[in-house]
């Protein structure tokens, strides 16, 4: 059983293991980073609301205190025409009063649509808010949900590496590389002949008979370009305490 086949199949069988643990995961990962480029998009919204609400808060008060400024001036400058001089003096301050009067109320006009506007952000910033919390909530709850499934496949994870880490270390890195190579094209890269066949496909009984009688070397099925593994052996977790023992 110290057979290089022994030794793949072994492998074969530990990572079959990880991946029927990896697969409790399902798409847990993905809706993960999906969920947080949701939150993302939120927070975004919530920061470009609150910097556009901000800046009008900013023009309100800013045009509060220059309404009162304009009113002041008006104020001042009607004390003003009863000691003019003369009718040029008083036509003048006159004309000056129509200007901060017409500033003023083009102002205030202004002042009162933002005002609308302060009030329609406001409204848009509050469900914002709420949304982001809702999709935060719904990050949180696929994160705790990502925990409990870790947690519980923690322990046997560790195990499984640390067997396969042992394997890996009695196996010729040639072998290593072939095995990695073909495992980029199919989940399982090494199968066992079933009835001298691999995946439906039926292998000549002289080429089974070669792999029975070589068992120090690998053959890749010419169908499914996975490695072979001979029905004879039988594969389970005595075989991985064996190799990786």
């Given at each position: 059983m110290d057979t290089l086949i022994h030794k793949v199949a072994a492998l074969a069988y530990v990572d079959k293991q990880i991946s029927y643990l990896q697969d409790e995961?399902?798409?847990?990962?993905?809706?993960?980073?999906?969920?947080?480029?949701?939150?993302t998009t939120c927070e975004k919204m919530v920061n470009e609301t609150t910097g556009i609400l901000q800046e009008l808060k900013d023009f309100v008060n800013k045009a509060k205190t220059t309404l009162v400024d304009l009113k002041t001036k008006e104020e001042n400058l009607a004390k003003q025409q009863f000691q003019v001089r003369n009718n040029k003096e008083f036509d003048a301050i006159t004309s000056e009063i129509k200007h901060l009067n017409l500033e003023h109320s083009e102002l205030s006009d202004k002042l009162r649509q933002e005002g609308i506007k302060e009030e329609n952000l406001t409204n848009i910033l509050e469900k914002q808010k709420t949304d982001l919390a809702s999709e935060q909530k719904k990050l949180e709850d696929l994160e705790a949900e990502l925990a409990d499934v870790s947690s519980e496949q923690d322990d046997e994870l560790k195990e499984l590496t640390k067997k396969r880490d042992s394997i890996l270390k009695k196996i010729d890195q040639e072998t290593i590389d072939e095995y990695n190579r073909i495992g980029q094209y199919h989940r399982e890269a090494a199968v066992q002949v079933v009835k001298g066949?691999?995946?439906?496909?039926?292998?000549?009984?002289?080429?089974l008979v070669e792999i029975r009688n070589n068992m120090d070397r690998i053959f890749v099925d010419e169908h499914t370009g996975r490695i072979l593994i001979p029905e004879?052996?039988?594969?389970?977790?005595?075989?991985?305490?064996?190799?990786?023992?």
């Amino acid at each position: 059983m110290d057979t290089l086949i022994h030794k793949v199949a072994a492998l074969a069988y530990v990572d079959k293991q990880i991946s029927y643990l990896q697969d409790e995961y399902g798409d847990l990962p993905e809706q993960i980073e999906s969920q947080k480029e949701q939150v993302t998009t939120c927070e975004k919204m919530v920061n470009e609301t609150t910097g556009i609400l901000q800046e009008l808060k900013d023009f309100v008060n800013k045009a509060k205190t220059t309404l009162v400024d304009l009113k002041t001036k008006e104020e001042n400058l009607a004390k003003q025409q009863f000691q003019v001089r003369n009718n040029k003096e008083f036509d003048a301050i006159t004309s000056e009063i129509k200007h901060l009067n017409l500033e003023h109320s083009e102002l205030s006009d202004k002042l009162r649509q933002e005002g609308i506007k302060e009030e329609n952000l406001t409204n848009i910033l509050e469900k914002q808010k709420t949304d982001l919390a809702s999709e935060q909530k719904k990050l949180e709850d696929l994160e705790a949900e990502l925990a409990d499934v870790s947690s519980e496949q923690d322990d046997e994870l560790k195990e499984l590496t640390k067997k396969r880490d042992s394997i890996l270390k009695k196996i010729d890195q040639e072998t290593i590389d072939e095995y990695n190579r073909i495992g980029q094209y199919h989940r399982e890269a090494a199968v066992q002949v079933v009835k001298g066949s691999c995946r439906g496909y039926k292998i000549p009984s002289q080429r089974l008979v070669e792999i029975r009688n070589n068992m120090d070397r690998i053959f890749v099925d010419e169908h499914t370009g996975r490695i072979l593994i001979p029905e004879e052996i039988t594969i389970d977790e005595s075989l991985v305490e064996s190799i990786a023992d």
